[in-house]
């Protein structure tokens, strides 16, 4: 297929780029004007990469009358919850505008392209104890600014299949982590403090928030094998929980990485890294996604921690002067 994949230099991005190569498409990746595309590293060759703003509308406008796709991966935008607390409206404005933009630029174009819109499991938010495993049905009871622009972007993706019979598919991703997730995100700061230490580039202090929440954690390439899966065999105008249907604890998540450290660490808790409004549990009902599609995880939890790990390792190692 002919797929524009947007937000394609970020972290999930890049894995999707690399796994529509690897089953035969023709990958356009919009990268966002400014941004670093080095998690595309390796792949640049093979795929078009194209730079701009969807906040631009004619832009936008533009580049999807021209690459004229039949697949669009939605996946740009603003992604950190902690963060929208410090940036409400920017948040709200660049994850809402940019979707409707590349919207109306469809509509303008005339084309028909499967549409994937990313949303999140934060819009589930307040989850009550009975509603856990959480199905696609839970009531909506976002927790921080970023989940409201997720819950805005879903509903967006049903109101145009609605309105304008736009093949939507809206899916609802679970925690997902891996090589070359961002800083601000749990897996990856305990990989870079881990990594951090081994290097001496830190005191051996393992700095933490809240250890007890209960998250539902998948491996990235699991993640955007299953995004891929959703273009192929989701029904337009529906919605789709992705997870491992598995709670671990924040707890158990710092253990393995213990387990893998080369050095001794010792941990305590940074009040700084504490939420105003953190989620107990998020566990994920994803047999909806899976009855659909087939997808099944395939990598262990242990290997996508010892894999994150070791990225960081090397990315520690280049900042330091050392050689990959």
Avoid at 192 to 204: D, F, K, N, V
Avoid at 233 to 262: H, K
Wanted: glycine fraction near 8%; charged fraction near 25%; charge should be negative.
């Amino acid at each position: 297929m002919r797929v524009l994949v947007t937000g394609a230099s970020g972290f999930a991005g890049s894995h999707l780029c690399e796994h529509l190569l690897v089953q035969g498409d023709e990958v356009f990746a919009l990268c966002f004007a400014g941004c670093s595309t080095g998690n595309l590293q390796g792949i640049q060759e093979d795929i078009a990469v194209l730079s701009g703003d969807l906040l631009d509308r004619e832009w936008t406008a533009q580049v999807v009358a021209e690459v004229r796709p039949e697949a669009i991966y939605h996946l740009a935008g603003l992604a950190s919850p902690s963060a929208s607390f410090a940036d409400p409206a920017g948040t709200l404005t660049n994850n809402v505008l940019a979707q409707v933009h590349l919207f109306q630029a469809i509509l303008e174009a005339g084309l028909d392209p499967v549409v994937l819109v990313i949303g999140s499991s934060e819009e589930y938010g307040m989850v009550r104890p009975e509603e856990v495993p959480i199905d696609e049905d839970t009531p909506l009871r976002p927790a921080n600014p970023y989940a409201v622009s997720k819950v805005a972007q879903d509903f967006l993706g049903l109101q145009y299949f609605l309105s304008h019979r736009l093949r939507t598919v809206r899916v609802r991703p679970f925690n997902h982590i891996g090589p070359r997730q961002a800083l601000g995100f749990v897996a990856a700061d305990f990989a870079y403090q881990i990594a951090s230490i081994e290097a001496g580039r830190q005191m051996p202090i393992l700095r933490v928030g809240n250890l007890n929440t209960r998250r539902d954690f998948t491996d990235v390439r699991d993640m955007v094998r299953a995004y891929a899966l959703a273009v192929a065999y989701g029904e337009p105008g529906e919605v789709y929980n992705i997870g491992s249907d598995e709670g671990r604890t924040i707890a158990e998540i710092l253990d393995i990485f213990l387990s893998l450290s080369r050095v001794k660490v010792h941990v305590e808790t940074d009040p700084t890294r504490l939420r105003s409004a953190d989620i107990p549990v998020l566990v994920c009902d994803s047999r909806r996604f899976r009855r659909r599609t087939g997808w099944q995880p395939r990598i262990p939890l242990e290997q996508t921690l010892r894999d994150t790990l070791d990225y960081w390792r090397r990315r520690v190692e280049v900042e330091a002067g050392g050689t990959h």
